[in-house]
């Protein structure tokens, strides 16, 4: 499960404008943290997790 973290985590750096959608995701399916609890630790609103969650999953569904 790291390997394909660290895969995910060098593809997502490559795109710096959507770091803070790379942490999203990170927190949420390897961290296992709520959308409430990655807001609180980005300092965003539930509703601005979701958007970056969305757009990880646009990227990550691009790669596949």
Known sequence: RKSTEDGLEQ??????????????FILSQFE????A?????LNVS????R?????ALTA???LA
């Open 11 to 24: 593809e997502f750096n490559s795109l710096d404008a959507q770091r803070e959608a790379c942490e999203a």
């Open 32 to 35: 296992e943290m709520t959308y």
């Open 37 to 41: 609890e990655i807001a609180a630790r």
């Open 46 to 49: 539930v509703s601005m997790v």
């Open 51 to 55: 958007k970056y969650l969305a757009q």
């Open 60 to 62: 990550c569904y691009a």
